[in-house]
């Protein structure tokens, strides 16, 4: 079975700063897709960035990026100048691509951004 | 554009009592629906998921059931709740079985059981 780990339950950053939030799994599958989802006070959960497996190139999206280590089943999420809204929970998810099981998302990371 | 709504967003109920919550999706055509439980530090809890009318796959034994009676509708039920189904309940829908995994979410449903 799949799962996913994320270690970190809560974090803080100040504002303008990066941080890094950690992410291992496990699967004996070849080929998947790993998710950042981000989750604020709101509630209303959004996916932050997506990175395919037999893609060696980190995925980025404007201040986030993340660093995917196949090997060693890692995959963490970097955020750049963090801002005050990206206070929120993040989870890793992942879900192999032969599509017969729903995604698998980690415990999540509480992470505040203080200004 | 698609859309999903869930509700009620906030419910408190008393232990034995039923349980419904109802989630549809506007804006596409046979999506995949998903019910999580989000309990504090556990995380999200896959419940239940339906690839069509009327196919549901459980996750979790529990006294919970879900339903879907419609393509785009999907509900969740309980006959008896118990103190433990409190939590914050998430649907969310995808295109097919999350071949490229986003889902997307409703705003969330935060039942208390007293």
């Known amino acids: 079975a799949q799962t996913v780990t994320q270690s970190q339950p809560e974090m803080s950053v100040q504002e303008a700063e990066t941080v890094t939030l950690s992410c291992t799994y496990d699967t004996s599958e070849s080929n998947y897709y790993l998710f950042w989802y981000k989750q604020p006070p709101s509630r209303q959960m959004i996916l932050v960035i997506r990175q395919e497996a037999y893609k060696q190139q980190n995925a980025t999206e404007n201040r986030f990026s993340v660093n995917f280590q196949k090997a060693a089943k890692s995959f963490s999420l970097k955020i750049s100048d963090s801002q005050l809204g990206d206070t929120a929970m993040y989870f890793c998810a992942f879900i192999p691509n032969s599509g017969n099981t729903p995604l698998v998302f980690g415990k999540g990371t509480r992470l505040s951004v203080i200004a | 554009s698609q859309t999903i709504h869930q509700w009620p967003a906030t419910l408190v109920q008393p232990v034995g009592s039923p349980l419904s919550l109802e989630c549809t999706v506007e804006g596409t055509s046979n999506p995949n629906l998903y019910w999580y439980r989000q309990a504090a530090g556990r995380g999200l809890q896959l419940l239940f998921y339906?690839?069509?009318?009327?196919?549901i796959s459980s996750e979790v034994p529990q006294n919970l059931s879900a339903s879907r009676p419609q393509d785009r509708q999907f509900i969740l039920s309980s006959k008896k709740l118990l103190l433990s189904d409190s939590g914050f309940y998430l649907c969310a829908w995808s295109v097919g079985l999350a071949s490229t995994g986003e889902l997307f979410f409703g705003e969330g449903s935060r039942l208390t059981v007293l």
């Open positions: 339906s690839v069509g009318i009327g196919q």
